[in-house]
């Protein structure tokens, strides 16, 4: 809490009202979002893209590479976690 007689940093707060002066980068975005777009039932091949199985595994592999790994320390956490709630659940099991 802060003291009364320090010096403390203000926060400005600003008040945003729904009305029809909005920025037209705005506008422009929330047009964009409400325009119906087509659904096409196959992705457009990009060149030098193989298909089927190669592609399969190509494309696995480039999504593989995206995926944020847990680090050492926070993977034995989860399985020290998971290896104790096991535990309790199975105690509770045999003892009721």
Do not use: H
């Not at 009305?19 to 975005?29: F, G, I, L, M, R």
């Amino acid at each position: 809490m802060a003291q009364k007689g320090k010096a403390s940093s203000k926060t400005t707060v600003r008040r945003i009202k729904a009305t029809d002066d909005a920025p037209k980068k705005e506008k422009a975005v929330a047009k964009k979002i409400n325009k119906p777009t087509k659904i096409t039932t196959k992705a457009p091949k990009k060149s030098g893209e193989k298909g089927g199985l190669i592609g399969y595994f190509k494309g696995a592999w480039e999504e593989l590479k995206l995926v944020r790994w847990p680090t050492r320390s926070a993977t034995w956490a989860m399985t020290a976690a998971v290896l104790i709630f096991t535990f309790f659940v199975c105690r509770s099991d045999f003892i009721t």
